[in-house]
């Protein structure tokens, strides 16, 4: 079974770096096409992809945010960390990590944390 | 980048009814197309992969079908359960991108 938990802030100041952390269980990132994912929210909006890592260690960034946003795994401790410089409260949202094989869509998703940024 | 258009953003629709929701491509995504169901304050729920292929315990009333870079997600006859926030999703080239989603409300 497969279990994903994000965590990190609730609450951010505007300029401030945020740093999120997906903590999960049921597979290994090291396991070949698999990959993680990182999308947000905004309230009442769509969803918006901006990062992935795969199993490889490639990575890819939303091409609005990339240079606002860093993706990195630890295979060790089963953690994938997503961070943002510079937030703005339009960054304000849910963030979801979630989990994909190649050749598949997102079926496992984790309940979400919601960020807010505010002064 | 894909980008990804839906409509109609918003839907209002009876028990009963049979509604259609539609999401067009920009380019060709090879039939690579998700659509997920959201409920308020929970994460989207997988209920169609590779355009028309129904997820396990989705009722059979949920359907897809494609038309090159056109795709339409059809629920035949509308439960209570099925008010919610409709997503499509292309999966065939990263980044991956949602539709802007399609609320279905009560009539």
């Known amino acids: 079974q497969i279990t994903l938990t994000e965590s990190g802030p609730t609450l951010v100041k505007p300029t401030q770096t945020l740093t999120l952390t997906c903590t999960f269980s049921g597979f290994s990132l090291s396991t070949s096409g698999v990959s993680m994912n990182w999308i947000r929210q905004p309230p009442g909006k769509a969803l918006e992809c901006l990062a992935v890592i795969y199993w490889d260690d490639d990575k890819r960034y939303s091409s609005s945010l990339k240079r606002r946003l860093t993706i990195t795994k630890d295979t060790s401790k089963n953690q994938v960390v997503l961070t943002l410089t510079n937030v703005d409260p339009m960054d304000t949202g849910i963030y979801y990590c979630a989990y994909r094989t190649n050749g598949f869509p997102i079926k496992d998703w984790g309940q979400g944390t919601l960020v807010t940024v505010s002064s | 980048d894909v980008q990804m258009t839906q409509s109609p953003s918003t839907l209002s629709a009876s028990v009963g009814d049979r509604v259609t929701i539609t999401c067009r491509a920009s380019?060709?995504?090879?039939?690579?197309l998700a659509w997920y169901q959201q409920k308020p304050g929970k994460a989207p729920k997988l209920l169609i992969s590779?355009?028309?292929s129904l997820e396990s315990g989705v009722p059979s009333r949920f359907s897809g079908s494609e038309s090159g870079t056109e795709f339409t997600l059809t629920i035949s006859c509308l439960q209570p359960d099925d008010f919610a926030t409709y997503f499509c999703?292309?999966?065939?080239?990263?980044?991956?991108?949602f539709g802007g989603g399609t609320k279905v409300e009560i009539k």
């Open positions: 590779k355009a028309s």
């Open positions: 380019q060709s995504i090879s039939g690579w």
């Open positions: 999703q292309q999966y065939d080239k990263t980044p991956l991108a």
